[in-house]
């Protein structure tokens, strides 16, 4: 909340960052970890920008000790990361991995000597490869060995978590991997999407019931949730935005919230649409403790119908980087406006619309604990002869999205901690080593890590709330921060 220059938080939010597996860890090949759909996705010439893959990424798995005294220094009080399906559990079915096990056991070791509270996600998109080879998420079946596995880790790790999420995106694992082809496994079947989107809430529902009967830990999910407007009051705008909007949220908010999917998008998908067998909307409807919200930017749509309509408004549509999935559900288009500040994905900036949509999510469903599990930007770092690594278009950002958590908390929003998305420059899915979002600069080469301005100046930040643990000053002028 934001009063009179000065920026609010409660005395008990949550302050941390957030990585995962495939992203940083590397070391594919060791300790008997199996192959991912992620590994052989890279490895496929064409598929991922300059042939770029995971293989060592950011070396975090021998280089674990190091990545934890770096947060330490940051100051954070809890940890987001994702835990390796098939490093714990090589083949998707039978014992877990001991070697696996063992890493994410040293990991916690670490975090615990350093007082950060582990946030651990059961799956962040590397499904093992010979689950794949069945159908992967577009397999019923790929739901309950998801439930096995986390049945089986909860067993061996549980005492030590008290928060779990289920799944990281499961909007990006089904229609940018079955739908649009972008992502692993490489698809472009929209019947297979629709199967994996409703199978990932199914395997979602079902891990919830399993960590219950294991632990009393909390359970959630998150969600990339989009804040859509449309691009004029036009009737096919305004529809082109409704169906989008659909996809992005309403296919996975309504099954969980209100135990059912959205009238309009059944309709829309029509005889594509996935089986869904008695008891499954209750299971996908298990109450959940917390909901992850990631939120990195706007969405203005209209219809392409309208393209030339648009262009005349002064907006600029790049149909080529419309992904066709858009095509396939709505008939729609993102269109960017002029004059709006955008980060080197090509992504607006404008941190109002996360207040707003918070407090419309808030609205249409139920009150709900929320954590914003990733919010970041992508920057055109570089190492200067100093040595130093300024991002001032990032600490601007960071300073504009937690105003607007803030705004929400004020207006009522039950928000309860934030994680700057990332804590390290890492492998960005099908976009390689080309995108920078880390607070922490990393030499793929070498693999040193340099903190960057934005590093300092989220600590300064988090050090301010515990001098101020009532009414923090508003975060410190970037300007201000020695590097």
């Not at 192959?35 to 070396?59: E, M, N, Y």
């Not at 990281?168 to 649009?180: I, K, Q, R």
């Not at 705004?407 to 099908?430: C, H, K, M, T």
């Not at 880390?438 to 934005?454: F, H, L, M, N």
Request: charged share 20%; glycine share 8%.
């Amino acid at each position: 909340m934001a009063t009179d220059g000065v920026t609010v938080f409660p005395p008990s939010f949550v302050w941390g960052t957030a990585t995962a597996s495939y992203q940083i860890e590397g070391a594919v090949d060791e300790d008997g970890r199996g192959l991912s759909i992620w590994d052989t996705f890279s490895r496929t010439p064409g598929k991922v920008l300059h042939g770029d893959t995971g293989d060592i990424a950011c070396d975090h798995y021998h280089r674990y000790a190091e990545d934890v005294q770096l947060m330490h220094e940051l100051g954070i009080n809890s940890y987001r990361f994702s835990i390796a399906w098939p490093r714990v559990q090589p083949e998707g079915k039978g014992e877990l991995n001991p070697d696996g096990l063992r890493f994410y056991s040293e990991l916690l070791d670490h975090l615990e000597a350093n007082q950060i509270v582990p946030f651990p996600t059961l799956y962040h998109w590397d499904l093992p490869q010979s689950l794949g080879d069945q159908g992967g998420w577009s397999s019923r079946d790929t739901a309950y060995r998801f439930a096995d596995y986390v049945d089986k880790l909860v067993s061996a790790l549980g005492p030590r978590i008290s928060q779990w999420t289920t799944l990281n995106e499961p909007w990006c694992s089904a229609w940018l991997g079955y739908a649009v082809g972008q992502h692993a496994p490489g698809e472009t079947n929209v019947s297979a999407a629709l199967a994996a989107n409703h199978h990932l809430l199914l395997a979602h529902g079902l891990a919830a019931q399993a960590i219950r009967a294991r632990s009393d830990a909390e359970v959630g999910i998150t969600l990339n949730l989009a804040h859509v407007t449309p691009a004029s009051d036009d009737p096919l705008d305004r529809l082109a935005a409704t169906l989008t909007e659909g996809n992005a949220n309403r296919m996975f908010l309504d099954p969980l919230f209100l135990g059912d999917y959205p009238a309009d998008m059944m309709d829309l998908y029509g005889d594509a649409r996935a089986e869904i067998k008695e008891g499954d909307l209750a299971t996908i409807s298990t109450v959940i403790d917390f909901l992850g919200v990631n939120y990195y930017a706007p969405a203005i749509v209209g219809s392409r119908e309208r393209i030339a309509e648009l262009q005349a408004l002064g907006y600029c549509v790049d149909a080529r980087r419309t992904p066709n999935l858009l095509d396939m559900t709505a008939s729609a288009v993102h269109v960017k406006r002029p004059g709006f500040t955008s980060t080197q994905m090509g992504w607006e900036v404008e941190p109002a619309t996360l207040t707003e949509l918070l407090c419309n999510l808030r609205d249409q469903y139920r009150p709900i604990p929320i954590y914003i599990t990733e919010n970041g930007m992508s920057n055109a770092d570089y190492v200067r002869q100093d040595g130093s690594v300024l991002d001032p278009e990032r600490t601007a950002y960071l300073e504009g999205h937690l105003r607007a958590v803030a705004g929400a908390i004020a207006a009522g929003v039950d928000v309860r901690g934030y994680y700057v998305w990332s804590l390290l420059d890492n492998f960005e899915w099908a976009l390689g080593y080309s995108q920078r979002f880390g607070i922490i600069w990393v030499d793929y080469a070498t693999g040193e890590r340099t903190p960057k301005a934005s590093y300092y100046w989220y600590r300064d930040f988090i050090a301010a709330q515990a001098r101020q643990p009532r009414e923090c000053s508003v975060p410190p002028d970037p300007s201000s921060i020695p590097v």
